[in-house]
């Protein structure tokens, strides 16, 4: 399912992954968007049905509970390729959580996306970090934030995911990418909405 809100004929498009409670602040969203930003956006919601499975970009166990990584991003991005075609048009890929994985693998494979948004990014994912330093980025711009209570877990794999990002953010600014790391106040369910607007109002302001 795709939804989309604001300009819909504007040059910028905000694609988002998005799940059922993401979808409930989307409005709410794109008004804290359109406070800190001038710029006219479309924003286009990819409704995620199995959030685990079509996120993951390889195989990985459970951290938390009993329900693995599957291998999905590759046909999600498939998919989400096919809503960016026009050319005239600038395309910005973005998710929370998971879904800011998503958006940070899907900047490795294409150079269609402007930048990508990633706000509390699952970074504690196995194996990602690794993945950014061997391969090449293929956009400009990159938001990276995380709540400032998120590596304060018991979960030794979820904890891990402040070394993570800081690893993360010094590598793209080492290879000249365009970045900021945000801290949030609060654990990783706090002011979802936004905190995806701040990461995508940030893009957009770095546009030129």
Known sequence: MISTYGKADADTVLIQMADTHDLEEMESEVSEIKKLCSRDFCLTAVKIHNWN?????????????????GDGAPDMLSKVLKICTDQEKNYIIGGYSLA?????????????FKAAAAASPSLW??????????????T????????????????PVMASVGNRIREAHALLDDRGIDTT?????????????????????????RLP
């Open 100 to 112: 800011g994985l998503f958006s940070l693998w899907a900047v490795y494979q294409t150079d269609v």
């Open 140 to 155: 400009g711009s990159v938001y990276l934030s995380l709540g400032d209570r998120e590596e304060k877990t018991r979960n």
């Open 53 to 69: 499975r079509d996120l993951s970009p390889w195989h990985a166990s459970a951290v938390y509970g009993n329900e693995g990584f």
């Open 125 to 138: 994912f196995p194996g990602f970090i690794d993945y950014m330093r061997e391969n090449r980025i293929h």
């Open 181 to 205: 790391l945000e801290w949030n106040p609060g654990n990783h369910f706090r002011d979802t909405g936004i905190r995806m607007a701040k990461a995508f109002a940030w893009v957009l302001n």
